[in-house]
């Protein structure tokens, strides 16, 4: 069968932890290497991967053109906007075509439906790279990130502090597959979705008080309080305003607590210039693994 790579829950924990492991391992391997240098075993020579835009992007859009080409491969990309998707071709056209033309599709989409219903027809490997729903890709650089600097994960307690939006809800997703605990502390009109709390079990605490969910966490992480295509940029300033992670905040985590944010960051609102820039900030490193762990996840799919 064909391996997409579309939500973290879809996974088993081992296929997920030999993806993650796999990442580390070609991290390590090419250290003091020029980036545009092929790694050892190039699993992905001869081989295309198309890159979808329904979203701006800077880290997606890098990464996996890096990661790509570190795997020995290339890269088409194409806004939809450019493409007859932006037209009105039906996403099922689309996927037909494309599966006859290239080895490997990324989707960064809007509406998660149609990664969903590309997928269903796609005869090659169809990658989430982010949607409305859940943004995998993301969470296998956060997870990468803890392990290198503070060890295994399981076990572990994470806080997501303001939104419980797609990066909330793919953090959901990883809990009981990796074992570690996440701590959701958002308001209550802007919970994560119910369905996605429900997939992490007894994995995750759900609360309106930041403070609470901090408190002797592992790692700190959040996200803008305003994503694109929200539409409610006052409402959502003032219902997150209590949300912010400052220094005060984290001095409630534990003492070697780490810091992440997926970027981009609205400093002064999310997070403080302190925190960000601060010794407990990883969000470069959790940048920079973007290309590790979409590698691993490229890897894993050509080896279906």
Known sequence: MVRHFLDIHRLDATELRAILDDAHARKAAR????????????PAKDRVLAMIFEKNSTRTRFSFDAAIRQLGGSAIIANSTDMQLGRGEPVEDTAKVLSRMVDAVMIRANDHEDVERFARVSTVPVINGLTDRSHPCQILADLMTIEEHRG?????????IGDGNNVCHSFLHAAPKFGFHLNVAC???YHPDLHDLARAGNNATLTSDPREAVAGADVVVTDTWVSMGDQDYEERLEAFEAYGVDDALMALAAPDAAFLHCLPAHRGEEVTDAVIDGPKSLVWDEAENRIHAQKAVLAWCFAG
């Open 31 to 42: 250290k003091g290497w020029p980036k545009g240098r092929a790694d050892a075993d190039a």
């Open 152 to 160: 295994p994960v399981a076990g572990k307690t994470i806080a997501w």
């Open 187 to 189: 308001p209550a009109e």
